[in-house]
């Protein structure tokens, strides 16, 4: 499983677990795991469960694709400022993440057909899927 690829739950096994419940937003967040469950053990020990459901894998290609669309904007000296029209082409359907794909990506316009014609245009393999990624700086 990729890091950026979230995970159902985890169940951490703890001497304290007072001392770790104050720490759960943040845990939640940083190691992208929906459920954190803690359990009082002497025995320091952290269970994840690696079962990707079809959602939980969805988020993970549209994590993924933004940390793509982040790094060619970079690539071509954009700014975070700069906007964007972007289209992706995708074998999923992406239009759950619509919104949080444009605002993560800086775009002003997302569209999952292109109809106009981009400056900019790249193919990107994420696992087993193709994707085609198009943008013009606007």
Known sequence: INVRWPLKEATIHVNKPKTVKKFLPFLKQ??????ISIKKN???KVQLNTVLTP???????VRE???RIQQWRKQNNLEKTDKIELAIV???NLSKWHKELQQKVGAIKL????????KFMKNEKIRDKEFKLFFNII
């Open 30 to 35: 940083k190691a992208n795991i929906k459920q």
């Open 90 to 92: 995708s074998p999923l």
């Open 111 to 118: 569209t999952f057909e292109p109809k106009i014609k981009y």
């Open 42 to 44: 002497n025995i320091l």
């Open 65 to 67: 694709l933004t940390r």
């Open 55 to 61: 959602e939980l894998e969805l988020e993970g290609y």
